[in-house]
Nanobody, 127 residues
């Protein structure tokens, strides 16, 4: 099973980016998908999550109102729309999912709850 985040790049403050998360070897429609990010010298940080159906989402306070997670289960893809980007959003962004199908609820904001981490995608926001 591999998860792959893509769509990162270099943008200016206030710009938007849309990241995509795809998977090989796993049907994402059965799983909550979470986004994390890690800046140099910092711990991996929860960004947000979307339930397997797309009916529920959760966001870190630092991105609430600016970032939106959506999914297209027909395309086996999850998206992270990032608007009004700030320099402090600069990080490598990762998508991941828990081992259990249909899991939603507590502790999903902890990196230790996940065991599949694909290659992330770099997002750099200049001021």
């Amino acid at each position: 099973v591999q998860l792959q985040a893509s769509g990162g790049g270099l943008v200016q403050a206030g710009d938007s980016l849309r990241l995509s998360c795809g998977a090989s070897g796993r049907t994402l429609g059965y799983y909550t998908i979470s986004w994390f990010r890690q800046a140099p010298g910092k711990e991996r940080e929860f960004v947000g999550a979307i339930s397997w159906s797309g009916g529920s989402t959760s966001y870190a306070d630092s991105v609430k109102g600016r970032f939106t997670i959506s999914r297209d289960n027909n395309k086996n893809t999850v998206f992270l729309q990032m608007d009004y980007l700030k320099p402090e959003d600069t990080a490598v962004y990762y998508c991941t999912c828990p081992a259990e199908r249909f899991r939603w609820g507590s502790n999903l904001n902890f990196p230790d709850e996940y065991d599949i981490w694909g290659q992330g995608t770099q997002v750099t926001v200049s001021s």
